[in-house]
């Protein structure tokens, strides 16, 4: 009758390795949580980031956009805005006049394409869709007075590039 029963080591061995199994899934399970919580808190802080250096340009070029829009100085607009396409954290911009006149330089979002087709890239390829960021422009005179827009375009790819593991993926931005 004891050769109908399993052993107690086989019963040892039977019972380890459906523990084993147990604890390997709720560690999978754990890690993968951890490491997607990870990735969703560094591309957020990324965002916050690049949100932040989108705040520090446009401090820094708005000045010379609201004198050149102010003087009617469309050159200097142009060569301001071929400036700010630079950063690597932008795809294009626009200025948008008081009188409605738009001036578009780089990638921009379809919503803004309009007369100034002139200077807009057109190979864009990503899955991200383009995102607009508008600051006012004011009178250099008269800081109450809007004398128009600028619109930095961007895309949260720039965000995914920036926390990607890979050096070779940080290189392609």
Same mark, same amino acid.
């Given at each position: ?25 709720y560690y999978l ?57 630079? $950063? #690597?954290? &932008? ?5 948008i006049k008081s009188?409605?006149?738009? =001036?578009? @330089?780089?990638?921009? /979002? ?16 990503s899955n991200f ?14 800081? $109450? #007075?809007? &004398? ?11 965000? =995914?590039? @920036?926390?990607?593991? /890979? ?7």
């Open positions: 009758m004891r050769a109908n029963l399993p052993s107690t080591s086989h019963i040892k061995n039977q019972l380890s390795r459906q523990l084993a199994r147990k604890i390997f899934k399970f754990l890690a993968l949580s951890l490491t997607a919580f990870q990735v969703f808190l560094n591309i957020n802080d990324e965002s916050d980031t690049l949100n932040k250096q989108l705040n520090i340009l446009s401090d820094t070029f708005r000045p010379s956009f609201e004198e050149a829009v102010w003087n009617f100085d469309d050159a200097q607009i142009h060569a301001t805005l071929v400036g700010l396409s630079y $950063s #690597e954290e &932008i795809l294009g911009a626009s200025i009188d409605s006149e738009q =001036l578009n @330089y780089g990638h921009i /979002s379809e919503s803004f394409k309009g007369e100034d087709e002139n200077n807009i890239k057109h190979d864009y390829q869709e383009i995102i607009n960021k508008t600051y006012d422009l004011h009178s250099p005179e008269d800081p $109450s #007075e809007s &004398i128009g827009s600028l619109t930095l375009h961007y895309s949260m790819q720039t965000c =995914l590039l @920036y926390t990607s593991p /890979s050096p070779r993926d940080r290189q392609k931005s």
